[in-house]
């Protein structure tokens, strides 16, 4: 059973662009929402989270926003680079243990 | 300061044999996960655990797999008697003690089951 879904499944940018990836959650108890980023061959790194208690978080081109009662959030890249190609996962965690989407392919075209 | 070790990156095994993949923590880290990527899924969290002791392995098939965070020494996930469908990118990822802090990853160890 799936607790957080990801989507879209692959998603195509031109540099400069804009790229929005959506996630969803239904248990409520979740308190941490992190993003990740992984490069092929490579471990997930932390690349931005948020809390229930705020809306919208931004660092640097990476914007999380969140909707507490739509159970919805989402990470939004500007500006878009090359060097933005990469998986990003979702995650949602209560305790310890994170719950992670099946994941985002992007691919930032030149 | 190192980052999660993991050894091995790669590891081939045939089917019915032992793996033993390992994780270093980031120095200072105390709490240890171990998560599971099949191809084109995301991270299952399989194990947590603490210097000696499993906190939390919900996560963790009922048999074959196990895993052990020892006083001294890196944590060990074993899995007995492989089979095709083991095959996956194992992560370890370490947090220090105080609850609710990042947790970091390692860069994995791929296990291929032939």
């Known amino acids: 059973q799936q607790q957080v879904k990801q989507s879209p499944q692959s998603l195509i940018v031109q540099k400069g662009g804009i790229s929005i990836i959506n996630c969803a959650y239904e248990n409520t108890a979740f308190d941490y929402f992190p993003w990740y980023q992984q490069f092929p061959g490579k471990g997930p790194a932390l690349l931005i989270a948020?809390?229930?208690?705020?809306s919208e978080k931004k660092e640097g081109r990476f914007t999380i926003s969140f909707n507490k009662s739509a159970k919805q959030f989402s990470l939004h890249i500007m500006d878009s680079q090359p060097g933005d190609s990469a998986t990003y996962f979702c995650?949602?965690?209560?305790?310890?243990?994170?719950?992670f989407g099946k994941g985002t392919s992007l691919l930032v075209t030149p | 300061n190192a980052g999660v070790m993991q050894n091995p990156r790669h590891l081939v095994r045939r089917r019915g044999q032992e793996a033993r993949l390992r994780c270093s923590p980031m120095?200072?880290?105390?709490?240890v996960y171990w998560y599971r990527q099949l191809p084109e899924e995301g991270l299952k969290f399989m194990v947590y655990l603490q210097k000696e002791n499993i906190i939390d392995e919900s996560g963790m098939p009922k048999e074959r797999f196990s895993a052990e965070f020892p006083k001294e020494g890196p944590s060990i996930l074993r899995i007995q008697q492989v089979v095709r469908g083991d095959s996956a990118a194992y992560f370890c990822a370490s947090s220090p003690p105080a609850h609710g802090l990042e947790a970091f990853f390692g860069q994995g160890t791929r296990l291929t089951v032939v």
């Open positions: 948020i809390r229930p208690d705020v």
């Open positions: 120095k200072g880290h105390s709490h």
């Open positions: 995650a949602a965690q209560s305790g310890y243990a994170l719950n």
